[in-house]
């Protein structure tokens, strides 16, 4: 009987003018299940018509909860999955109100975190705005350059930027709050410049901490955006080069950001003579975490002959597919203390699936090595389960060998 005009004894007029669909249905169905529907037919206050119009409710989406109230069959799709949590939590249909959010969980991503925490709030899931939080905290770059960033309601916006655990860089910050001023003009029919900007932005400017920037950073950037005012910038280059620093508008402790977690898989480290070396050959590990985290870098030992500089390529692999790599340099001080490694940004890792990180290293021949590895590490609420990997030419596995720690936040 979905969508069927058979015995149908209402029908509803969906979508906003110009786009609505007519949709059929039967009365008692609806009211069965849903409480909205029931008091709408058969309440108190129950008007006989028979024709409903809801311009607020998209006719995909208003179909997709009609589907599930007539066959318990729940059908998402990422791009009507918002509109379909609206009609859900409309009409009260707790069911495939939690599939939404469980299928919105499922496709996070630092893309659209952003607009997802905007609608997190608007419908009032905590659950899901905590993810949201968890990856903009983590991957704060990627998720505020993203186009969706830019999207979001001017609260969202100030709620962001009020964020202390940010991983992100100030002047990064600026850069995207501008970003996000200009497509607020476009939205509001105004010419995109920054006077324009910073009327829409409001108080919102005054989140961005600009002292924390460095000199050189405020001098390339905010103070040529002609954003702020001229007694604005003329202060805060005074607030970085005068003893007698002027009061500033803006906050001026710089952002915690997140503390990186660090995961030690062996129990000892030792050195030989003879081995361990390198000659450009692949230490590889594989290993699986029974939460999703973010992989922001490895641990590595150095050389174990005094100091020494190291060029090293690392890499994460998912399934053969390389999901971030970097190649760069860290120096070693001759001691057995694992030195931190980063990849260019902190790499979503979901749960129960094995993943590949290796490193290739170049310098001094002779270094530490792990021994009495551990299978299974619990690392704060986080489980750790390691495996030897095939693309591992150099001798490291789980009971020993090198990349002694896995750097992530969770």
């Not at 995207?176 to 409001?202: D, F, H, M």
């Not at 503390?259 to 699986?288: E, M």
């Not at 021994?371 to 020993?400: A, L, P, R, Y």
Request: aromatic residues 10%; contains cysteine; negative net charge.
């Amino acid at each position: 009987m979905f969508n069927n005009e058979q015995m149908a004894d209402v029908h509803f007029i969906v979508g906003p003018p110009g786009e609505t669909q007519r949709v059929p249905a039967h009365k008692y169905v609806l009211a069965v299940g849903s409480s909205v529907f029931g008091a709408m037919f058969y309440g108190d206050l129950a008007e006989g018509q028979s024709e409903i119009h809801i311009p607020d409710v998209e006719p995909a989406a208003f179909l997709i909860l009609l589907k599930y109230m007539y066959s318990d069959e729940i059908e998402l799709e990422a791009d009507t999955v918002l509109a379909t949590l609206y009609s859900a939590k409309k009409y009260i249909v707790p069911a495939l109100a939690k599939a939404c959010v469980t299928f919105l969980e499922t496709s996070l991503e630092a893309k659209n975190a952003c607009v997802l925490l905007s609608q997190s709030r608007l419908f009032e899931e905590p659950e899901l705005t905590q993810r949201c939080w968890e990856v903009i905290d983590a991957q704060a770059e990627l998720a505020l350059r993203s186009e969706g960033f830019c999207e979001i309601d001017l609260p969202t916006l100030e709620i962001i930027l009020q964020r202390e655990t940010l991983n992100i860089r100030e002047v990064v910050v600026f850069q995207v709050v501008l970003s996000w001023a200009a497509a607020e003009c476009r939205r509001r029919g105004l010419l995109v410049t920054p006077r324009n900007q910073r009327a829409v932005l409001g108080k919102a400017l005054y989140l961005v901490r600009i002292p924390s920037m460095t000199l050189q950073e405020f001098a390339d950037g905010a103070a040529q955006s002609d954003v702020l005012t001229l007694k604005e910038t003329r202060d805060v280059f005074l607030w970085f080069t005068a003893s007698n620093k002027p009061m500033l508008e803006f906050p001026l402790v710089k952002r915690a950001g997140l503390a990186p977690q660090r995961c030690h898989r062996f129990q000892s480290s030792a050195y030989r003579s003879n081995q361990w070396r390198y000659r450009g050959r692949c230490d590889s590990i594989q290993f699986a975490v029974d939460r999703r985290i973010f992989m922001a870098g490895l641990g590595l030992y150095g050389s174990s002959s005094g100091k020494a500089e190291y060029s090293v390529r690392i890499e994460l692999k998912r399934q053969g597919t390389v999901l971030a790599q970097n190649f760069t340099k860290f120096l070693s001080d001759g001691s057995s203390s694992t030195f931190p490694v980063w990849f260019e940004h902190p790499v979503q890792v979901e749960q129960d699936t094995f993943y590949t990180v290796s490193a290739v290293l170049d310098g001094n021949e002779l270094s530490y090595f792990g021994q009495e590895g551990m299978t299974e590490v619990q690392c704060g609420k986080v489980t750790f389960q390691f495996q030897c990997s095939s693309d591992s030419t150099n001798g490291t596995g789980v009971q020993g060998g090198q990349i002694p720690e896995l750097v992530f936040y969770c």
